[in-house]
């Protein structure tokens, strides 16, 4: 009987199912990459959250910091009635102290000038 003889050497001629286990792998390998670099960034998670906190506690301290630069300011510092982190609705706004005083002393001031006037006005009618 006639032995059929395999050819000599490893030349392997791909088939269909070898080029699939060669693309499946290599799809394997980069869903790994991903899935390595996918855990390194939820790893760095915390302390990137940590630094953009950090980041925008300094950006308000900044500001805060910072002297307004209105002509006929009077105050050094920002008013600090306003939420900082939410301008679009503004706290009730509160007088201070030194403007409500001021506006009492000129509410009595005008007050005693009308009340002069009056007298005056009385005065100068009923004494011909």
């Not at 390998?29 to 302390?47: D, G, S, Y």
């Not at 900044?62 to 920002?78: I, K």
């Amino acid at each position: 009987m006639a032995e059929k003889r395999r050819p000599q050497g490893n030349s392997k001629t791909p088939t269909p199912l070898d080029e699939k286990a060669r693309a499946l792998a290599e799809a394997q390998t980069k869903l790994e990459a991903e899935i390595a670099r996918q855990q390194q960034v939820i790893k760095e998670a915390p302390q990137r959250a940590k630094e953009i906190q950090l980041r925008r506690r300094d950006e308000l301290i900044n500001r805060a910091s910072r002297t307004e630069a209105r002509p006929g300011s009077r105050a050094a510092l920002p008013d600090r009635r306003y939420s900082e982190l939410n301008v679009a609705v503004p706290v009730r706004q509160k007088g201070l102290r030194s403007e409500r005083r001021r506006g009492r002393l000129m509410f009595f001031v005008l007050f005693l000038t009308l009340c002069g006037l009056v007298y005056w006005l009385y005065y100068t009618v009923t004494h011909p």
